[in-house]
């Protein structure tokens, strides 16, 4: 198994340029996540799906969107990138978010933005 | 108050020392506990859960008081491959999602 993977590792952007940070993971998991991660700030949950077709916003969910056409992938979209959306960016996957019980999540190895 | 607390860090120690770590947590309804590891400019990989009763994995111990709100993970006998930044991990926050700590660094020495 791969596990989570996120394409690209490393990206620079223009103000205003819109770009989609891809993710996917192939351990047939329900939940998946987007997490930004700041100097200071620690993790910060954008948006977060659990299941095909249902997506819903996190803490931090102003300048992004996201689409759950299946249960592998997850792509987070940058509509129009701002400096204050330089972060590094995380997804993750977990099992299942049911009855109180919580599985490990796994993390993809990030994707490093930079948007001047 | 931060849904979330960690001690500020950095901890630095030398090989051998024992360090301990603090968290505090807001939502009392929360209901699961964990403690990642998250090493330099890499993503963060579960450490280990947080029982009520407590629990070890070799030289890792972790506490939860629920009572106080407070969970801790105890390193006994530190190696230079624990440099790391510890995250503390709630879940059961008001998004019902895992709400992470800013996380504590530490350093080991030789």
């Known amino acids: 198994n791969a596990g989570v993977t996120q394409t690209p590792k490393f990206q620079v952007l223009k103000t205003g340029q819109s770009m989609t940070l891809q993710c996917a993971q192939d351990m047939n998991h329900e939940y998946m996540s987007w997490y930004r991660q700041d100097p200071g700030m620690g993790l910060r949950l954008i948006h977060y799906s659990v299941g095909a077709g249902i997506t819903d916003q996190g803490e931090v969910p102003n300048g992004y969107n996201v689409s759950r056409s299946t249960t592998e992938d997850f792509p987070l979209r940058l509509l129009s990138a701002a400096p204050s959306q330089t972060s590094v960016y995380f997804c993750?996957?977990?099992?299942?978010?049911?009855?109180?019980?919580?599985?490990?999540?796994?993390f993809g190895p990030g994707t490093r933005l930079t948007v001047l | 108050r931060k849904e979330v607390e960690q001690d500020p860090g950095p901890f630095n120690v030398p090989e051998g020392a024992t360090v301990a770590f603090n968290c505090t947590y807001s939502?009392?309804?929360?209901?699961?506990f964990f403690w990642y590891r998250q090493d330099c400019r890499k993503e963060p990989k579960l450490l280990m859960s947080v029982y009520s009763s407590g629990n070890e994995d070799g030289r890792f111990t972790a506490q939860l008081n629920r009572a106080s709100q407070y969970i801790s993970l105890l390193i006994r006998d530190s190696k230079l491959s624990d440099s790391a930044t510890y995250l503390c991990?709630?879940?059961?926050?008001?998004?019902?999602?895992?709400?992470f700590g800013k996380g504590t660094k530490l350093s080991v020495k030789p």
């Open positions: 993750a996957s977990n099992p299942n978010l049911a009855g109180g019980l919580y599985n490990e999540q796994f």
């Open positions: 991990v709630v879940w059961g926050g008001s998004q019902g999602n895992l709400i």
């Open positions: 939502n009392s309804a929360s209901q699961s």
